[in-house]
């Protein structure tokens, strides 16, 4: 069982919950059944389709939450399926602690923690079809797991009344120069919808296809030594220091992903009577993703290994230096939800029940050094063929009051074998494997009261019954196979939300609420390593209790709102995922999670959206958010006690302006902002601007939309316009240009 980060290299030898949110109804439909579950907390934002189009690049359907308060999705680049969001309590390693739903649908990837199988699924919605998009702050609804802790996000899509349909085409070129990496890297997107009613069916129909580069997701790295004349004298490399300070030659870049990807949505509803409705979602996501590296080294072509002289100092460079950071993914997702909801004798109900299956999921990486592992030769196969998950939920409301039922069960199937060829060849024999399954069932309700004029107070309680079961591990050298404990755990999380009017416009909050975060299936059982890294599971984890708190004001306008959050996050038991090298100055990284005994994260955020203030064309949103968060206790590892959790910045804020030109001309700037935060749980890595490294950044955005006669809409957008560098671990994109054309019927 790992204790502590010193643990963590001997180590490695060896729910969904229904998210019915209060949902408006479609623009389009005609008295549709609506089911609203949940009793909204403290703090919410949201975003709609129309401000979305004006003042977002949205290639991708994560673009929409870019602007939102508190709110950060490490979205590398364009296509990037490794994007989980951050929230203002949260990191980027933490993709389990927040939910995102598509109608009610679980995109939230809980099969693990971390920032890349975890992932949500973003690709299973079309930026085309979102309507709006909601994001409720905290676990403050008994209709939302523990998940919550973070946030919720509830995308909500349209389905037309009448023939229509879309084909937008967009390119973009991002200009990248950083170390011996430089260039232009492309993406272009073309993207299709169709859909319209015959008599009681409505259907929508979208289709995109993305062909995309990225920059160097990666750097190669060794340690600077003292001066020295061993090793073979190289040219190249450039002299930096690492995130912990330590001097180091960034010789290489890797991760330099090439991506064609091809998405299919359908969405079909229809009206069995006037008050129920059947509906269907289906989604297939395809994903062929090559990395290459790059070698800074030269001595009359590219140097890639060995033992070396860089600028007088001998240092060595291990054959998997490069290699590790080439590979070929191939993907086939499918998703599968079926609906039936409707009303009757006042009640509102609906029953829903969703799969997403990992069919075909294959990662390919060579075992020899380049350039001769470029051709081919031996390698490794990776697979996470039949991962996935299935839920059911049956929810009803009534009024004030809402209740509901939970399934989830999730699985883990993880093999990593030899090949003879990496890029072709067949699976040899089996070199490691991971396997598991969790499970959650829950009961939940909540029951609204007005205790007197303009005084409500909202109670409400989820009862969960986990299990982790079926856990194996096996490894074939060191000869290994081990059936992991079963594990379970019932609880219980009570939720209350006092609200109170004071005054025509004016709202005070006070909200409360405990909320359990299980172990996902990764955290459990996950030991296959992927390129550079090794991941190491504990199978004795103990789930996470959250309690937290927030007191919202909020003041309504005919033109805007503007609201202050204090909140309080308080954690027992906090399941804190980290990467660190393997060894000092090693290539090769392990990531892990522990449990850390206390945490605490304290804050505040001011957010405010105004229409035609204080100009009438002119359109203002924007946050603030100030956090505190600390780790309190940590038996296992004392000097992390005091310090600031990993990965949550102290300060961050946005800011959003559009001016309406007229004619259907739009202009908009927009800015980002994030203080400097920590990788490590004991801060120990002072250095943000370097790989690895989680720096402080203000990122500007600027877009400019033009409606073109009848159904024709073009736009221009720049993305960090200033061309900012910066790392949150990964470099991020520089200056990004795109360029979009639409067309609607």
Not at 247 to 266: D, F, M, S, Y
Not at 434 to 445: I, Q
Request: aromatic content about 8%; proline content about 6%; overall charge positive.
């Amino acid at each position: 069982m790992l204790t502590g980060p010193r643990a963590a290299p001997a180590a490695c030898l060896f729910l969904f919950g229904s998210v019915l949110l209060a949902a408006p109804a479609r623009a389009a439909d005609t008295d549709p059944p609506i089911v609203i579950v949940g009793q909204r907390g403290a703090s919410d934002a949201s975003v709609d389709a129309d401000r979305l189009a004006e003042t977002t690049t949205l290639l991708n359907p994560e673009d929409s939450l870019r602007y939102l308060p508190s709110l950060l999705v490490r979205k590398r680049h364009i296509g990037d399926t490794q994007a989980p969001l951050a929230t203002r309590t949260s990191g980027v390693g933490a993709s389990a602690r927040s939910l995102i739903y598509v109608d009610g649908i679980l995109l939230s990837a809980l099969i693990g923690n971390n920032n890349s199988t975890a992932s949500p699924r973003w690709a299973m919605i079309s930026p085309e079809e979102i309507a709006r998009v909601d994001v409720l702050y905290g676990p403050f609804s008994a209709a939302h797991p523990g998940n919550s802790v973070g946030a919720v996000v509830a995308m909500t899509t349209r389905l037309p009344d009448k023939a229509e349909g879309s084909l937008k085409a967009a390119t973009s070129v991002q200009s990248f120069d950083q170390y011996g990496s430089h260039g232009l890297f492309p993406s272009y997107q073309l993207a299709g919808t169709l859909g319209g009613r015959a008599g009681r069916l409505r259907w929508f129909v979208a289709a995109d296809a993305v062909d995309s580069r990225g920059q160097p997701l990666a750097y190669v790295t060794v340690a600077r030594g003292a001066a020295g004349s061993g090793g073979l004298a190289v040219g190249g490399g450039y002299a930096d220091v690492n995130r912990a300070g330590a001097p180091i030659w960034v010789i290489g870049a890797g991760g330099i992903e090439a991506q064609r990807q091809e998405t299919l949505k359908v969405h079909l509803a229809y009206d069995l009577a006037a008050n129920l409705r059947l509906s269907y979602r289906g989604g297939l996501f395809l994903n062929a993703t090559s990395a290459e590296a790059e070698s800074y080294l030269s001595r009359g072509g590219p140097v890639y290994a060995g033992s070396l002289n860089l600028g007088g100092t001998p240092a060595s460079v291990p054959a998997g230096a490069f290699s590790s950071n080439v590979y070929r993914l191939a993907e086939r997702h499918w998703m599968h939800a079926l609906s039936l909801e409707g009303r009757a004798g006042g009640w509102s109900w609906r029953a829903l029940g969703s799969i997403y299956d990992f069919d075909k999921d294959a990662q390919r990486l060579p075992s020899g050094a380049l350039p001769a592992a470029q051709s081919g030769g031996p390698g490794v196969l990776v697979r996470l063929d039949g991962t996935g998950w299935q839920t059911l939920d049956i929810d009803l409301h009534r009024g004030g009051f809402g209740a509901g039922a939970h399934h989830d069960r999730f699985t883990l199937r993880s093999e990593r074998g030899a090949t003879a060829d990496w890029l072709r060849g067949a699976e040899g024999p089996l070199a490691q494997a991971a396997r598991g399954h969790t499970r959650t069932d829950a009961l939940w309700a909540e029951q609204g009261v007005a205790l007197a004029h303009r005084l409500r107070l909202t109670l409400g309680g989820r009862y969960e019954w986990w299990r982790a079961y079926g856990g194996f591990n096996f490894s074939a050298a060191p000869a290994l196979a081990v059936t992991q404990p079963t594990l379970s755990r019932a609880t219980f999380s009570p939720k209350a939300t006092l609200g109170f009017q004071p005054a025509r416009g004016w709202s005070l909050t006070l909200s409360t609420g405990q909320a359990w975060r299980f172990p996902t299936v990764q955290e459990l059982y996950q030991a296959i390593s992927t390129g550079p890294t090794l991941t190491v599971p504990d199978p004795h984890l103990r789930p996470e209790r959250a309690r937290s708190e927030e007191l919202a004001i909020e003041r309504r306008t005919a033109s805007g709102r503007i609201r202050l959050s204090l909140f309080n996050e308080a954690v027992r038991d906090a399941l804190i995922s980290q990467t660190a090298p393997l060894v000092p100055g090693s290539t090769t990284l392990f990531s892990y999670v522990q449990n850390i005994g206390a945490t605490r994260t304290r804050g505040l955020e001011l957010a405010f959206e105004q229409r035609g203030v204080p100009i009438p064309a002119l359109d203002l949103s924007g946050s603030i958010t100030l956090t505190d968060p600390k780790v309190l206790r940590d038996a296992a590892f004392p000097a992390a006690e005091g310090k600031l959790i990993p990965q949550v910045p102290r300060r961050r804020a946005t800011l959003v302006a559009t001016w309406h030109a007229g004619g259907g001309a739009a202009f908009t700037l927009a800015g980002r902002y994030a203080s400097r935060s920590y990788a490590t749980i004991d801060n120990s890595d002072p250095i943000g601007h370097t790989y690895q490294g989680f720096e402080g950044y203000v990122v500007l955005d600027a877009r400019a939309t033009v409606a073109v006669g009848q159904g024709w809409r073009w736009a221009v957008g720049v993305e960090n316009l200033t061309d900012r560098r910066y790392y949150l671990f990964h470099p991020f994109p520089g200056r990004t240009v795109t360029a979009e054309l639409r067309y609607g019927w």
